[in-house]
């Protein structure tokens, strides 16, 4: 990390994370880690690296390889008062706990009368692009945000990562913090003179511009801002970059006002755009923005085929810049 | 035992008259094996169990009122008429659920005795489960989990024969269920269900070593239900008439119990004063859940989360927040 008098430090997406997990830890007594060598290890993804040297296995928990088991357990620690943070190493093996949270962590409090509550943290990290192939390069933050009873944010830079957690954490419902493989590296400036919580369910613009809003979250955020370079520098196309940060609550306040001003919207997501976030999201453009817009709501997604190995095939399969380019081109009529 | 015995016959004819709906699966036959536990439990114990749930609320001391009214669906219900007959809770009697997927609530069950470690409490969590829970993965892990971090769980299999409608020797490789234990090195035992005293016991001594040793273990009680697997099923696809019979004529756990109060000493009007004060209790139960209201449909999105900024967090997501939701109910009630 790289600090400046200010506080103003320049720091990873990992290490953000890290620090969070560090301030929470610090200031909240309930609050402990759960996960596969998160201890240790230090991480799959060394996001968890040190903290089990300064807080212990009993704060930094690891477990087995047993995601059903630990995902319910922490349920029944967070129903009777603690506050787990449960690392999933990928989104990819979240599926064999999806009872836990579908079933179990999203309902409790509604199920019973709002008797008892879940505050629970899910952190896994989603996204493709490491030749992971079919069963390691999944998005499917979608089908979490498909239900009533989760949180689901989604954050693009590191300041966010810190601050979205911090919320998450201190949040009293089940919120599930998508994290991105390709963004672990990426670095930004996160201002550690203050708090830095970042409220859950408000969307950000990352880039202003009058001429199309794209709007994305997580990794697609860095390549829609790359894009809208080139736009700016080869077409001459001012665009919008909407962060939506959170996917439920979903922000389309942020997003109806940007495409009430450009008149043209771009959606785009690392996952399969069929069903997905990029589908909910043109759906509540076309329905609060039908007069403003001047062409059909675009949307980019990952090609509908199980990610394949050979890198050839992977850049195919990605929703990379220029898919994305041409999209935006369509949209703009240009 | 005689409250929950008449509690579930009411349930029963009131699920008949459609005041009770969704599924409902009753206890009949299994009262001795449901308080034997349940009566071994400390106060400071949690309990949580599968979807056959009103025993275990009526024995752990959830007002038969509030039950009822939740069966009813009605806004006095212990769940507010959100869970209904599965999903019956009352944190305040430290019962944590009726729970609806088979094996879900081992996990959960483990969590909450890893959370009463992590504050300091020398307390046990009982966690009921149906025969049919133990081939599910979440049975092999969460033993595996209870047993790894020393958790005081003690996991106890309502063995009463059949999965809905299969043998348990049909669907267990290993139906002696109790010996599944020995795979977590976990003591595992197996108690007769009806013999209320037998089960009080088992469960007493082995909830003793959870709370000292944080010892966790399977108690297997062998039990019986007299009705099918839920108010659907007649329950005579898969067994025999004469077994419901042999086991309503010679192992029905209230006229064992009985049996022993008169060898006892009990004298017939301390036995009908028994079955009086449960008749009464019942009758109000029913009183009361019919005085209940319905859930009034503006509360609709009430429970969903529960910090109070969540309201203004999804009023910006509507149509289809909660809040976009409030919205369309009011223009219906308007529109009515």
């Known amino acids: ?32 880690l759960m996960g596969e060598e998160i201890g240790v290890f230090q991480g799959s993804y060394k996001v968890t690296a040190g903290l089990y040297d300064d807080f212990g296995p009993e704060r930094i928990m690891e477990t087995p390889i047993s995601e059903e088991g630990f995902v319910g357990a922490a349920v029944g620690a967070a129903m009777a008062g603690q506050r787990p943070v449960v690392e999933i190493m990928t989104i990819n093996f979240i599926l064999v706990a999806m009872d836990q949270v579908v079933n179990h962590a999203a309902k409790v409090r509604y199920m019973f009368g709002g008797k008892v509550g879940c505050p629970l943290v899910i952190r896994t990290p989603n996204g493709a692009g490491n030749q992971l192939t079919a069963q390691h390069s999944q998005s499917f933050e979608g089908w979490f945000a498909h239900v009533p009873g989760l949180k689901v944010v989604a954050p693009a830079t590191p300041a966010d990562a810190r601050g979205l957690l911090k919320s998450a954490i201190r949040d009293d419902d089940p919120v599930l913090v998508i994290e991105n493989l ?18 859950i369910g408000r969307a950000a613009i990352a880039r202003e511009g009058g001429d199309l809003t794209m709007v994305a979250h997580s990794f697609a955020v860095t390549r829609c801002l790359h894009v809208a370079e080139r736009l700016q520098a080869e077409h001459g196309i001012s665009a919008e970059v909407v962060d939506l940060r959170s996917l439920r609550p979903l922000d389309m306040e942020t997003v109806a006002a940007s495409v009430a001003k450009t008149n043209r919207a771009l959606c785009v997501e690392e996952g ?29 997604g990952m090609a509908e085929v199980p990610m394949p190995y050979a890198k050839s095939l992977e850049d195919a399969a990605l929703p990379h810049e220029e898919k994305i380019l041409i999209a935006a081109l369509e949209v703009c009529g240009a | 035992m005689t409250v929950i015995r008449l509690f579930e016959q009411e349930s029963e004819r009131q699920y008949k008259r459609a005041r009770i709906g969704g599924y409902c699966h009753l206890a009949i036959g299994q009262e001795a094996a449901t308080v034997g536990v349940v009566a071994a439990m400390g106060p400071e114990d949690l309990l949580l169990s599968s979807y056959r749930s009103h025993g275990f609320a009526l024995a752990k001391g959830v007002p038969a009122t509030t039950v009822m009214a939740e069966l009813f669906g009605r806004q006095d219900g212990c769940a507010a008429g959100r869970g209904g007959s599965m999903h019956l809770l009352d944190p305040e009697h430290n019962y944590f659920g009726g729970w609806g997927i088979v094996a879900g609530q081992l996990p959960i069950a483990a969590g909450m005795a890893l959370a009463a470690v992590k504050q300091g409490k020398e307390l046990a969590v009982v966690c009921e489960l149906g025969d049919g829970a133990v081939n599910m993965g979440a049975w092999h892990e969460s033993l595996n989990l209870a047993a790894v971090w020393r958790l005081p769980v003690l996991f106890t299999v309502f063995n009463n024969g059949y999965g809905m409608g299969t043998r348990v020797d049909q669907s267990n490789a290993e139906p002696e269920i109790f010996k599944r234990a020995a795979a977590f090195r976990m003591p595992g035992e197996r108690v007769d269900g009806q013999d209320v005293e037998a089960t009080h016991q088992a469960a007493a001594a082995l909830l003793e070593r959870a709370r000292k040793e944080r010892q966790p273990a399977v108690l297997e009680v062998m039990t019986y239900r007299l009705r099918g697997h839920s108010v659907a099923d007649a329950g005579t696809a898969y067994r025999t008439k004469e077994e419901v019979a042999e086991w309503a004529e010679k192992r029905d756990p209230i006229a064992l119990v009985t049996e022993r109060l008169i060898a006892a000493g009990a004298t017939a009007e301390e036995l009908d004063a028994i079955q009086r004060d449960a008749q009464r209790e019942v009758d109000e139960a029913v009183a009361f859940a019919e005085a209940s209201p319905m859930p009034d449909p503006s509360t609709l999105a009430d429970f969903v989360y529960g910090d109070p900024e969540t309201g203004r967090q999804f009023s910006r997501m509507a149509p289809g927040s909660p809040a976009g939701e409030a919205a369309v109910l009011a223009q219906l009630e308007q529109a009515a």
Do not use: H, N
């Not at chain 1, 390709?182 to 409220?199: M, R």
């Not at chain 1, 069903?275 to 949307?299: K, M, N, Q, W």
């Open chain 1, 1 to 32: 990390m790289a600090t400046t008098a200010s506080g103003i430090e320049t720091m990873t997406y990992r290490e953000a994370l890290r620090l969070a997990l560090r301030e929470e830890l610090e200031r909240d007594p309930s609050v402990f």
């Open chain 1, 182 to 199: 390709q963004l672990y590296k990426a670095k930004g400036e996160v201002d550690t003179s203050v708090d830095g919580a970042v409220e």
């Open chain 1, 272 to 300: 399969w755009a069929s069903y997905g976030v990029t589908a909910e999201v043109a759906s509540r453009i076309s329905l609060a923005c039908f007069d403003d817009l001047d062409a059909p709501v675009g949307r980019v």
